[in-house]
């Protein structure tokens, strides 16, 4: 009797089970609970204290702060470039560690220090939001709020004295609120020289380290010793003002800054064929280097000469002897209309070995295109003679911060007196009434300086300097500075005035370098941006 008793209570059992599932399944859907009532929504301003200041860490930045941009696109940016971010960052981290380890561990006598797993896991940080300041100095400044609660493994393997002990950290939690400046800009690509980051408050780290399987965080006090110490290391680095520096760009290079002179002497030409149709041609020269916008150097004009002699030196500052031409073109005076070209040809610096005079003959040519059949036809000959000066180091400057210093005044500057540098960098929103062709005009002591004109455009960047020579500092002296508009098409209104300011010199002279913004007097909304600077002997 017991087995049977067992068998049909097995199968009843079986059988309870299945209808109480069965039951319970349509209970669940036929039938709605009556006293489940829903969620509600309530606005942030309108919650008490105790829940507020709970939330208050998790609420993002650009809720708080109307400074912060929200920038969701970014955090989707990094979580879709993440897979592939955490393999670079990872193999550059190695390749950085790599030899701080090797030069540290001789002074605690260990054996050697190894990455057995290097990964930051599958989640990316996020920013929380960004700010963004805007200076009339060469640079972009940004503050983003960066969160990042991820699980990353980093494993490293620890020998010495014989012994082998594996150090994991897990569970890593980073709380930044960086400074990260990109400066100066330049014009060549990514458009920055360099980035300064500095922490703006001390980090929040957070993690879990376990060393032979046993998490050390959970012993009691390491947790909080570990966390200030981080804290406090990190903040005497990176606190501002602080800062990691990361060189981008070579500064020579990216500012087109002078790394050497070319010292030229145009000996004499050869052969030259005439232009003019009664009498011989009247030659000169016009040297200039390529990616240069100062104006070419000029011989003087020998008259009535198809083999004139020159022997005339010049000197061109050089920015990438690399990639630099010297160009050389020879001209036909004319009194009257246009100079006749007679011909022409380059000298590639690589060519030049520095401080080893150099001279070339060159043949005359017609252009430069190797397969131009008119280059066949003889021109005559040019002779010159070439030596690349390098500048060293001190001449040079070396990084952004020494072009922040003003440079001495030129020799033959008067004694007590100087030279006063104006750098027009642009304006905005500037709009005349029946043509708006900016430039500036600039009036010191009578002297008067314009830059270029440019057309049909209300944002003009000029980046025009010019200098004036003073006997004494200006300190009770203004510079005149107005933007102004010409116009060929119309006769009634040829020029029109955009609009003018008078800059007291006065703090130039005590400050050495003045860089701002002025809102120009008669105009709506237009400003120009203009830089000052006081050079002394």
Same mark, same amino acid.
């Given at each position: 009797?017991?087995?049977?008793?067992?068998?049909?209570?097995?199968?009843?059992?079986?059988?309870?089970?299945?209808?109480?599932?069965?039951?319970?399944?349509?209970?669940?859907?036929?039938?709605?609970?009556?006293?489940?009532?829903?969620?509600?929504?309530?606005?942030?301003?309108?919650?008490?204290?105790?829940?507020?200041?709970?939330?208050?860490?998790?609420?993002?930045?650009?809720?708080?702060?109307?400074?912060?941009?929200?920038?969701?696109?970014?955090?989707?940016?990094?979580?879709?470039?993440?897979?592939?971010?955490?393999?670079?960052?990872?193999?550059?981290?190695?390749?950085?560690?790599?030899?701080?380890?090797?030069?540290?561990?001789?002074?605690?006598?260990?054996?050697?220090?190894?990455?057995?797993?290097?990964?930051?896991?599958?989640?990316?940080?996020?920013?929380?939001?960004?700010?963004?300041?805007?200076?009339?100095?060469?640079?972009?400044?940004?503050?983003?709020?960066?969160?990042?609660?991820?699980?990353?493994?980093?494993?490293?393997?620890?020998?010495?004295?014989?012994?082998?002990?594996?150090?994991?950290?897990?569970?890593?939690?980073?709380?930044?609120?960086?400074?990260?400046?990109?400066?100066?800009?330049?014009?060549?690509?990514?458009?920055?020289?360099?980035?300064?980051?500095?922490?703006?408050?001390?980090?929040?780290?957070?993690?879990?380290?376990?060393?032979?399987?046993?998490?050390?965080?959970?012993?009691?006090?390491?947790?909080?010793?570990?966390?200030?110490?981080?804290?406090?290391?990190?903040?005497?680095?990176?606190?501002?003002?602080?800062?990691?520096?990361?060189?981008?760009?070579?500064?020579?290079?990216?500012?087109?800054?002078?790394?050497?002179?070319?010292?030229?002497?145009?000996?004499?030409?050869?052969?030259?064929?005439?232009?003019?149709?009664?009498?011989?041609?009247?030659?000169?020269?016009?040297?200039?280097?390529?990616?240069?916008?100062?104006?070419?150097?000029?011989?003087?004009?020998?008259?009535?000469?198809?083999?004139?002699?020159?022997?005339?030196?010049?000197?061109?500052?050089?920015?990438?002897?690399?990639?630099?031409?010297?160009?050389?073109?020879?001209?036909?005076?004319?009194?009257?209309?246009?100079?006749?070209?007679?011909?022409?040809?380059?000298?590639?610096?690589?060519?030049?070995?520095?401080?080893?005079?150099?001279?070339?003959?060159? &043949?005359?040519?017609? =252009?430069?295109?190797?397969?131009?059949?008119?280059?066949?036809?003889?021109? *005559? @000959?040019? $002779? #010159?003679? %070439?030596?690349?000066?390098?500048?060293?180091?001190?001449?040079?400057?070396?990084?952004? &911060?020494?072009?922040? =210093?003003?440079?001495?005044?030129?020799?033959?500057?008067?004694?007590?007196? *100087? @030279?006063? $540098? #104006?750098? %027009?960098?642009?304006?905005?929103?500037?709009?005349?009434?029946?043509?708006?062709?900016?430039?500036?005009?600039?009036?010191?002591?009578?002297?008067?300086?314009?830059?270029?004109?440019?057309?049909?455009?209300?944002?003009?960047?000029?980046?025009?300097?010019?200098?004036?020579?003073?006997?004494?500092?200006?300190?009770?002296?203004?510079?005149?500075?107005?933007?102004?508009?010409?116009?060929?098409?119309?006769?009634?209104?040829?020029?029109?005035?955009?609009?003018?300011?008078?800059?007291?010199?006065?703090?130039?002279?005590?400050?050495?370098?003045?860089?701002?913004?002025?809102?120009?007097?008669?105009?709506?909304?237009?400003?120009?941006?203009?830089?000052?600077?006081?050079?002394?002997?």
């Amino acid at each position: 009797m017991g087995f049977f008793s067992t068998i049909f209570g097995f199968f009843g059992f079986g059988v309870g089970i299945s209808i109480g599932l069965v039951v319970g399944y349509f209970l669940f859907i036929y039938f709605q609970p009556t006293d489940v009532e829903d969620p509600k929504i309530t606005p942030i301003v309108d919650q008490d204290d105790e829940t507020l200041q709970k939330m208050l860490p998790e609420i993002p930045n650009w809720i708080k702060n109307p400074d912060f941009d929200r920038v969701d696109w970014l955090n989707k940016f990094i979580e879709l470039m993440w897979p592939y971010l955490d393999k670079a960052i990872c193999k550059t981290a190695k390749n950085i560690a790599k030899p701080i380890i090797e030069e540290q561990i001789p002074k605690y006598k260990i054996d050697s220090v190894e990455f057995q797993t290097l990964t930051l896991g599958t989640l990316p940080p996020t920013f929380q939001g960004m700010k963004v300041y805007v200076t009339d100095e060469k640079e972009l400044i940004m503050e983003p709020s960066i969160k990042w609660a991820g699980n990353p493994n980093v494993t490293i393997a620890v020998k010495a004295f014989g012994l082998k002990a594996t150090v994991q950290v897990v569970d890593l939690q980073v709380f930044l609120l960086p400074r990260i400046t990109l400066k100066p800009l330049v014009p060549s690509f990514p458009c920055f020289a360099n980035i300064y980051v500095a922490l703006m408050e001390k980090p929040h780290v957070d993690f879990g380290l376990k060393l032979l399987g046993a998490d050390l965080m959970s012993i009691p006090g390491v947790y909080r010793i570990v966390q200030e110490l981080i804290k406090d290391q990190v903040a005497n680095m990176y606190l501002w003002p602080k800062n990691l520096e990361v060189q981008i760009l070579d500064m020579a290079k990216a500012m087109r800054r002078p790394v050497g002179i070319l010292h030229v002497k145009v000996l004499h030409a050869m052969k030259l064929k005439k232009k003019d149709l009664l009498g011989a041609s009247d030659p000169y020269v016009k040297l200039k280097l390529t990616d240069d916008k100062m104006p070419s150097k000029k011989t003087t004009v020998k008259h009535k000469n198809l083999n004139p002699e020159w022997n005339e030196e010049f000197n061109l500052v050089v920015k990438d002897p690399e990639t630099q031409v010297l160009q050389l073109n020879v001209y036909d005076w004319e009194q009257v209309g246009k100079h006749d070209k007679m011909g022409m040809n380059v000298i590639t610096l690589k060519e030049v070995s520095p401080e080893e005079p150099k001279r070339f003959t060159l &043949d005359l040519l017609k =252009t430069m295109d190797p397969n131009d059949a008119q280059n066949e036809k003889s021109r *005559g @000959q040019i $002779v #010159v003679e %070439v030596t690349y000066k390098p500048l060293n180091e001190e001449e040079m400057g070396k990084g952004f &911060d020494e072009t922040q =210093t003003i440079p001495k005044a030129p020799e033959g500057t008067p004694a007590g007196g *100087g @030279q006063l $540098v #104006v750098i %027009v960098h642009e304006a905005q929103d500037v709009e005349g009434k029946h043509h708006t062709n900016p430039q500036a005009r600039l009036i010191f002591r009578g002297e008067e300086k314009k830059t270029k004109r440019i057309k049909k455009n209300r944002d003009p960047r000029w980046e025009d300097e010019f200098q004036f020579i003073a006997e004494e500092p200006p300190t009770n002296d203004k510079l005149h500075v107005e933007v102004v508009s010409s116009s060929s098409r119309t006769l009634l209104h040829q020029k029109e005035s955009l609009g003018y300011v008078d800059i007291n010199l006065g703090d130039v002279v005590s400050n050495k370098r003045i860089n701002e913004k002025y809102h120009l007097i008669d105009s709506k909304n237009g400003r120009i941006q203009v830089e000052l600077q006081w050079r002394t002997a």
